[in-house]
Every structure is written in C-alpha cells, then in structure tokens.
C-alpha cells in the first residue's frame, strides 16, 4: 500500500471529481464544445489573478511561462533587476542572462522578504532598467513577498513588474490589477489543484507595449501568437486538453467557494499550521511566511532527509530543503486541495514521528 | 448526447485503461515511484523510436519539440535546408526565421513527397549546411516522406537530419538509427495514444556535438539541462506527471502488442481505408499516402466543411484541411487508439453522409 497523502507544494492532491472529469472522452481542441471551455476558463482566471488583463495559457511547466515573461517583455542588452531570495528568484536570474538580459541582482536573505525601500533605491540607480522580476511566494523559502508595495514603486517607472505566482496563486493574497502588476506567471499544479502541464502569464497593457519592441527570439512561448489566436478563441499550437478540461472544473470549485473566501481559508490554515509549528516546538524558517506553504526548521541534531523519509513511510510526503537549505528544513503546502483535515492528520503523524527520531 | 468517435491525426482517443490509470492520485515526482516510471518510459521510448540514443521528454505541446530541435543545435547565422510541404514543413522554416538562422527552403508540391535528388542537389550546392529539417508524416496533406533515403544521403554531409515524427510515429514505418537520423521529434497525442502534452527529442551523437557549439538561446527546451537531470533520472522542471504515467501505460499496451506488430496493423489499416475510399469513389490526395492518416479529396461540388460538420452531428469526427486545403480534403486518422471497427464504422457513416450530400 503505498497510499499517499500529498502535502508537497506542487503538485497537489488532485481532488477525485477533477480527476473523473478528466478520464472521460477525450475531445478535439478544434471544436465549440473545446471552445467554450477555454473561454470560460480563461475568463474565470482573471478572477482568480483579479485581473481586467489577459490571461494566456501555455502547454509547460511554470518554468516555461517564466521564461515566456522574459523574452516577450526584454530586447538583447536589456536591463532588468531580479529579486533573488531563494530558488525560484535564482531561476529569474538564470533565465535573463541565457537570454543576453544585464541582470542587476537584488539578493536578499533567503526566508526574508525583499525592503521597498531597497528595491527604490536599485531602481533610482538603474533607471534603464525595462522589467523587475520577482516571485509572490519564494517556494523553496515559504516566503511571501510585498508585491503591494513594490508595484507602488515599480509603476512610477519605465520598468514592467513581473510576479511569479506560481505556487502563491489561490492561496497568498494577489491582486494583479490593484498592485500594478504587469505581467504574472501561475501555473496549474498547486493552489490551482490540477496535474502539471499548463502555465499561464496575464499580461498589462504596459507590458504589451513592451512586448511590441522586443527583439528576443521566440516562437513556442510568443505571447502574440497566444493573443492572436485567443481573438478567434483558439490556440496556436495543440493544447494539454483533458488538464484544460480539469481546470474548468477546479475553478468551478473556487467559484462555488468564492475566490476571497478561498484565500481566507488558506489563511487560517496557514495561522493554524504556525500556531501547531510553534506547540511542537519547530521554528517557522520564514520572516514572512507565506499562506501557501511553511517551512519548518528541522530540530537541531535531527537529520532532516531522515524525517522526510520516515514521514513518507507513514503515507505523509512533505517537501524537504532545496539547495542550500536541503536537510534543514521541511515544507508543509496547504494550498490547492489541502483541507485542514489533511493537515490536522499530517501535523499528527510529525508530531510521532519528531518524538522518534528525538 | 455528444459522445465522438474521434478519428483526427492528434488528439487521438485514450484507451480507458490508460484514462484510468491517469485519474489515480497523483504522485510527487521526486520520488523513486515516479523515477521507476519514467526511467521505463525513457528506456521503451527508445525501442519505439528505433534508436540507442537518449530521448528527452518535454511538457509542451510538440511545436515546442520542434522547436527545442532548432535552437539547441544551431547558431545564429547558420545555415538550414527544410523541406516545406505542407503545414509542418513551414512550421519548421518559421521557427529557423524566428531564430535568424539562414533557412533555404526545399518546397515541393503538396501530396508528394521529396526527391531524394533534389536533396542532394541541395545539400551539395549548400555545404555549410547545418541542418536539414523534414517530417516523416506531413499531417497536413497526408503524405509520408522517405526518411530513409534522405538519410542515406545526409549522412555523408555535416549536417544533422532533423525529422519531425510527431504525427508518424508507431504508425508509419520509422527507425532513428538505421535511416541516420540525429533528431527526432515526437508527441503524445497521436499513436503514442494518451492526452497531448508531452513532446519528445531523441538526440545523436552528432547532434550532441553540434548542441556543444549552438549558441542560440535557451531554457526551457535545452536539451543538456534535460539531459544532464536525466543522468539522475530526473528531470530540471516539474514534469506533466499524469501524462507520463498515462504514457508507461499506453507503451506498454504496444509492446505487448509488439512495436512492429503495431506498425504492420497501421499499415493494414491504411490500406484498408484507401481501398474503401476507391469504393467510395473518393480519390486519395496524397501521391505518397501515409500509414497514421489519409487525406481524399472532397467530391467536386460539395463543400468540405458541410461535410466534416454533417459527420460531427452523426457522431463522427474527421478533421478537413488547414492552409490552401481547407473544404478542399478531409483527413480520417488511423493511428494510435483507433482499431479497425471504428474504421469500419466511420466508412459506414462516410458512405452514407455522401449520397446524403450529392
């Protein structure tokens, strides 16, 4: 029995109706009945981005929309400055200089959130700068970022805001249009609760007039060739149908819920989670965690792959440290399909199992 | 009531063992249950594809293959032949324009296939070729290309053969290493008979040699960040894990089959619907008609896109034509989930759909 209870901050458990609906027939994408779907899908997902902009949606995983921020926005030579806090700021980064982007780097504490005032003072000094990169929630820390704040900064600038609400979308607090977000990159397999396999960018209309004089190559990830066929509500290129057809329906789920009441409860679940942390004895990682996901550190002396291991061997799977934070601390998502009793549940068996291995 | 019998050249229909096993809960894939999956798949792919080489497995639709297959073997400014016959064909020489690779085009009528004479005629008048870029099916007009003696031919020169076996593959006779092809690009949606969403790379030995040099830029779709993680048996970016597992399942079903078994009942079935469609008095496009789908012309008088939309209704789905074909052919596919009863059943419909229409 190797049964599972998935608490990983991507992907996440899959609830079971989302799953039967994409085990039925499959449909061809060249078809009213396909359409409809991708239109009501695409208009469902500006709610849940709190968007009047378009939202495009791409057949890969979030690292490819990541990229398709990057080479639609920037021109060889460019200058754009990256938020680096962790893994995923780190990607940013390593995304522009592939490309021939002068990337200014903002490197903060990892589990800390970056200071407005910090991001002022480097874009004051780097007024070519075309474009800031930056995640809403920095997975690989639990860290949620001021995205408010910053875009307060950002929009008096020449600079588009690019936010990477990959893992914080659903679950952290995000208002696209509110915070002068510019372009937003989400991806399907965490607060969105379907599989891996499609990524999405909303793009400002700041950011289209930036797109229209980029000069980097690209064809798979052109954010044109999605607008224009989006126009004639349709796709370029063949589109991962059946994870299409599960997301209508996970948002047909947060609708039934309502996407603010959605957000609330991720909240709570996070307070509560926290508040357990603390009861057991565990450190939070973060200085600002996120409501999407919290890291732990893991007790001194205890190894940390160990009691990833041993979790998973009781049917728990927790994410565990990435690059350099491997080992030390562990991960807990409650976004996406997670309830509190699935938490309840796992917080249960950590506690057991921090006692053995103490 | 909107159930289809789907017969398009991709998607194809998911057999529902496999829709099954993909609406399992889903798994994390830093695990060794997932490794276990995808280094079978890995290890299988190769005997489908008939090659020793590595294939590399991309979340994108198989345009981002394509694409991945230009811009990790070439370099700005060089030089690339591409045979354009169609739709694909010129989806390639797209993609070398994007890039600024120097593309000379082969074009050839549509329906035929090339001239292994002409190739050499211009591959010997362009000598600091690179790269030469062709499918094996042109979805878009029905017709299978002779990989085999373009191989024998390219060989000899510097430059990689790069085929496009989306469409072709497990249906059309193909063999990667004996016909000398360097990159092979497939997909998922067609005979490899699961959802779309996944696309493939099987790269040479002479093609890695040319990826050290390439210098045009990359993330997502390079080829060494996916085989330097595939050294690990993992993978750089969250892979579309319910299509993977869905895939273990659909190459298994063809190999218990047989993989030439399976490629030798394509063939049978091909001609089993060209045949009918003599009977029917409908003339084959293609003057080189391929064994994963055929394309006929429509009756001269009857509108094309009545036709395709008259057998919908009936519960039939064929796909017409793109481009200049458009109302002028419809395309039955053959390939994947598609056996010879809903062959039979679709020609039943056909034949009565044309003495309604006449």
Redesign the interface.
């Known amino acids: 029995m190797?049964?599972?209870l998935?608490l990983?901050p991507?992907?996440t458990?899959?609830p079971v109706e989302i799953?039967?609906e994409?085990?039925?027939?499959?449909?061809?994408?060249r078809?009213p009945?396909y359409q409809k779907i991708f239109s009501d899908v695409n208009e469902s997902l500006k709610k849940i981005f709190k968007t009047q902009n378009t939202v495009l949606t791409f057949?890969?995983?979030?690292?490819?929309a990541m990229?398709a921020s990057v080479i639609n926005t920037l021109s060889k030579g460019d200058t754009a400055i990256v938020i680096r806090g962790g893994k995923f700021g780190e990607r940013f980064a390593?995304?522009c200089q592939?490309?021939?982007v002068n990337t200014v780097p903002i490197d903060i504490e990892w589990g800390t959130s970056p200071d407005p005032k910090v991001v002022k003072d480097v874009l004051n000094k780097n007024k070519n700068a075309k474009a800031l990169f930056m995640n809403l929630c920095e997975t690989s820390t639990a860290t949620v970022y001021d995205v408010k704040s910053i875009g307060e900064i950002v929009k008096n600038t020449e600079a588009v805001l690019v936010v990477d609400v990959i893992s914080g979308l659903g679950s952290d607090d995000f208002r696209m249009d509110e915070w002068r977000v510019d372009v937003a990159v989400g991806?399907s397999?965490k607060g969105l609760m379907i599989?891996?396999?499609l990524a999405f960018s909303a793009v400002s209309k700041k950011a289209w007039d930036l797109c229209d004089k980029s000069n980097?190559?690209?064809?798979?990830?052109?954010f044109k060739k999605y607008k224009k066929s989006l126009e004639e509500n349709d796709v370029?290129?063949?589109?991962?149908?059946?994870?299409e057809i599960g997301l209508k329906m996970a948002i047909s789920m947060i609708e039934k819920e309502g996407v603010d009441a959605s957000i609330a409860r991720h909240r709570s679940d996070a307070e509560y989670v926290r508040k357990e942390m603390k009861k057991l004895g565990l450190d939070v990682y973060s200085k600002a965690p996120s409501d999407a996901v919290t890291a732990v550190k893991v007790p001194q002396g205890m190894d940390g792959s160990l009691l990833v291991k041993t979790l998973?061997s009781k049917g728990v799977?927790f994410a565990g440290g990435q690059g350099s934070l491997k080992g030390k601390i562990i991960r807990i998502a409650h976004m996406g399909g997670i309830n509190r009793k699935d938490l309840e549940y796992a917080l249960e068996v950590l506690k057991e199992t921090l006692k053995e291995l103490k």
């Open positions: 190797d049964k599972q998935l990983t991507g992907p458990p899959v799953q039967n994409m085990a039925k027939p499959i449909i061809h994408h078809t009945q057949t890969s995983s979030g690292t490819g990229e390593e995304i592939a490309y021939g991806g397999q599989p891996p396999g980097l190559p690209k064809f798979y990830f052109s370029p290129f063949t589109p991962a149908i059946t994870l998973k799977t």
